[in-house]
């Protein structure tokens, strides 16, 4: 698929003029109104906008529904920080990885806007394998930044402000026995397109500790995203997680590989019980089978 089909598909009207007026609001501080960070102190971004005029999405209300209650939380792609904020209201402890400097420096100021001490944040990308690898993305759109070479040349080609950047990679494997960081209970990824180079690089942290894993699925194209997908599900199910679709709000089933229209993943090992209250009657049914 040509370039500037991939960058239309990705960002289209709307996603370009929320970025270019998040981008004059990064001065901006205020109590967020909406969103996983609602009632919090965040610095940029549209969480000034009230919560009647946003959706809240299946991807909030899911989270918004799980108990993460003293748990230790790696939040894996964190951005600027607002799940990292979510997280840290309730976690025990919070570690989050970034691999963009600039995003490093907001979450930084967002945790100190709320004043929050429980959280440590690695400036690395995580992957399978310690290295160096390029950091590529578009100006508007710093939250879809991507180290997947489909994705980084995808972007390459079609954005009209891109950015690159060489920065460090490592697999969580080796940076939690490295640091001598907590073991996690809860994994958020979103890393676009490179979940399934994490999960490898998570075999031993996944094998000692099972923690419940929520996951953000990406690709270039349909198919892309279908191989992906497969994937990630295939390593999951090898380590002896049951998977539940959020948008689907349904457990799919042990003989389903993966269809591409998969876009957030709740992952929870066989040896645990969950217990998770969600939003909706349809989300409790669905999660009863998970148990």
Do not use: W
């Not at 994705?151 to 690159?164: M, N, Q, T, V, Y």
């Amino acid at each position: 698929m040509a370039g500037c089909d991939f960058y239309a598909r990705e960002f289209g009207r709307k996603h370009r003029l929320i970025g270019k007026l998040s981008r004059y609001c990064r001065a901006i501080t205020y109590t967020s109104r909406s969103g996983i960070s609602k009632g919090m102190r965040r610095r940029g971004g549209l969480g000034f906008l009230p919560s009647f005029l946003t959706k809240e999405t299946a991807e909030v209300k899911f989270l918004k529904g799980l108990s993460l209650n003293d748990a230790v939380v790696y939040d894996i792609g964190g951005y600027e920080g607002l799940m990292t904020l979510f997280f840290a209201r309730v976690a025990q402890q919070v570690v989050t990885y970034e691999a963009n400097p600039e995003n490093v420096g907001r979450i930084a100021e967002n945790l100190r806007l709320n004043q929050f001490k429980n959280c440590i944040v690695r400036q690395i990308a995580i992957g399978e394998q310690d290295g160096l690898v390029t950091l590529t993305f578009d100006e508007l759109m710093v939250g879809r930044a991507s180290v997947d070479p489909e994705i980084c040349d995808e972007l390459a080609k079609s954005s009209p402000h891109i950015r690159i950047v060489q920065v460090p990679l490592t697999s969580l494997d080796n940076d939690v026995e490295r640091f001598a960081l907590p073991d996690p209970t809860f994994i958020k990824i979103d890393i676009e397109g490179m979940e399934a180079a994490a999960l490898t690089g998570m075999k031993r942290i996944i094998a000692r500790c099972h923690p419940a894993m929520f996951i953000e699925l990406h690709g270039t194209t349909p198919e892309d995203k279908r191989t992906n997908a497969r994937a990630v599900m295939a390593q999951l199910r090898a380590c002896g997680y049951r998977i539940y679709d959020v948008e689907a709000a349904c457990y799919i089933p042990e003989a389903e590989p993966g269809t591409g229209r998969e876009s957030h993943l709740y992952a929870a090992h066989e040896t645990q019980k969950v217990t998770k209250k969600q939003n909706s009657e349809a989300g409790e049914r669905s999660l009863s089978n998970l148990a």
